[in-house]
Nanobody, 121 residues
Framework: QVQLEESGGGSVQTGGSLRLACAVSGRTVRSPATGWFRQALGKEREFVASILHGGDATTYADSVKGRFTISKDSAKDTVYLQMNSLKPEDTAVYYC??????????????WGQGTQVTVSS
């Protein structure tokens, strides 16, 4: 059974940076992609970024493009989300997930517990 564990969340001021990590374990077959989604209080879950394991392809939500970078360390089976120039609207619980290379949450099959990111003005 695949398990995902996020880490690296915290509280920062506007303009600050955080790096989230997603460690994946327990799987025998690698999913095509690892993605990050986020959910702010009272809002729907939204796509942030995804990375394809069979190459270097990445995709981002327009709201984070140019500020966030998704990357992978295949040897460690870990995916990172570097978040720069953070804004208060980035405040949310961030979830790591594995599945299809897509921005649609229902195409991902396993999810982590989430890590809180809070950006204050």
């Amino acid at each position: 059974q695949v398990q995902l564990e996020e880490s690296g969340g915290g509280s920062v001021q506007t303009g600050g940076s955080l790096r989230l990590a997603c460690a994946v374990s327990g799987r025998t077959v690698r999913s095509p992609a690892t993605g990050w989604f986020r959910q702010a209080l009272g809002k729907e879950r939204e796509f942030v970024a995804s990375i394809l394991h069979g190459g270097d392809a990445t995709t981002y939500a327009d709201s984070v493009k140019g500020r966030f970078t998704i990357s992978k360390d295949s040897a460690k089976d870990t995916v990172y989300l570097q978040m720069n120039s953070l804004k208060p609207e980035d405040t949310a619980v961030y979830y790591c997930t594995v599945g299809a290379y897509s921005s649609k949450w229902n195409l991902y099959r396993a999810w982590g517990q989430g890590t809180q990111v809070t950006v204050s003005s």
